[in-house]
């Protein structure tokens, strides 16, 4: 089976409403359903939490977190075969979106921002879509989690086809935004993630690739910007930083790509560019500054001796990575001190 060439899921619908339920009116049935997931259970052994003193309660906070890397780790497999998958896209020139609606959306968002400054990708090939627009980063919109056609035309906006992948996020697995952006994606042919924290969710039938990552209930019921929360940046974290590795925006843990658009990131270029070459200061200022400050280039120049016109074009025959384009020059490409691949 070829990249795009998927079926449609036979998927369950993310909890419509029963008759009496008007839609979105929240009535019995939804809100029977919500109380079978363990991201909504209360804890009764919480009930009296407000009666702690500070210190207690921080401390029941920080033992509560230290759950979720174990949930994380309970899934790693999945997480890297969806990795594998989205790289394998991105690598033809895929795209890669995340769906979400509330704090879910809202770290989609986050994840894509920092891509650009991290890897030097185009703002349009990392992508959060959150439900309600931009202006649900900072307030809530009446109603768009509940709107799943939305989610499809967020993406027919973008114009997905079947190189990208839709990553949906949502904690508890049935946000109709979330679920109904990753069924068209798949319809389109695209590769489809369902990030979720309950087990067996619509969202995970949705998706080809289901993770789901069940952290238990939260020390507040029902406040999935807790553990639900942190477990959904640490995958995206990883989908993110390890589909870069994979495409060659590292060498070794440097960050070779690095857009050095402020004075904090032209420090932490020229520092890169030490460590990858243990070269002196004068010439790491004299390669940054004949690439225009672009790490990958001035490392090649001083590691195989070519000018930075050559270093690029050595670097494009390598798709973008320097250690392909050190062998072909034949330079010898020496981790970074202190790397170690075992």
């Known amino acids: 089976m070829g990249i795009g060439d998927r079926s449609s899921p036979s998927s369950p619908t993310p909890f419509p409403p029963a008759p009496g339920d008007p839609p979105g009116a929240g009535g019995p049935a939804l809100r029977g359903r919500l109380e079978t997931l363990a991201t909504e259970a209360h804890r009764a052994d919480l009930a009296a939490i407000d009666r702690l003193s500070t210190p207690e309660i921080a401390r029941l906070m920080n033992r509560e977190d230290t759950r979720v890397p174990g949930a994380v780790e309970a899934v790693l497999p999945r997480i890297a075969e969806a990795i594998d998958a ?3 896209r991105m690598e033809e020139g895929g795209r890669l979106f995340y769906a979400g609606a509330g704090t879910a959306g809202r770290l989609g968002v986050l994840d894509a921002s920092e891509c650009p400054p991290t890897f030097n990708t185009d703002p349009e090939t990392v992508v959060g879509l959150l439900a309600g627009g931009p202006a649900a980063m900072v307030s ?13 035309a967020d993406l027919d906006a973008r114009g997905v086809g079947p190189l990208d992948t839709v990553v949906g996020v949502s904690a508890s697995g049935r946000t109709p935004y979330a679920v109904g952006a990753v069924e068209h ?42 553990k639900a929360g942190t477990a959904q940046k640490l995958v995206l974290n990883m989908i993110s930083t390890i589909t870069m590795i994979r495409l060659g925006k590292t ?18 270029s020229r520092r890169i560019v030490a460590l ?9 200022e004299e390669a940054l500054s004949a690439t225009g400050g ?7 120049m001083l590691l195989a001796d070519v000018d930075a016109t050559g270093a690029e074009r050595l670097l494009a025959d390598a ?20 790397a170690d691949a075992g």
């Open 86 to 88: 989205v790289a394998a």
């Open 251 to 268: 060498y070794g843990n440097l960050m070779v790509d690095v857009r050095a658009t402020n004075a904090k990131l032209r420090a932490r």
């Open 294 to 300: 672009e790490v990958k280039p001035a490392v090649l």
């Open 140 to 152: 809530a919109v009446e109603g768009a989690e509940d709107d799943a056609a939305a989610g499809a």
């Open 276 to 284: 990858a070459t243990g070269a002196p200061e004068p010439a790491i």
């Open 319 to 338: 798709r973008g990575r320097l250690r392909e384009a050190l062998l072909a020059a034949g330079a010898d490409p020496v981790d970074p001190p202190g």
């Open 185 to 226: 994606a798949r319809r389109l042919g695209a590769l489809t993630i369902g990030l979720a924290c309950n087990p067996d969710t619509p969202l995970g039938a949705a998706a080809e690739h289901p993770i789901e990552v069940v952290v238990g209930p939260e020390l507040i019921t029902g406040s999935t910007r807790l």
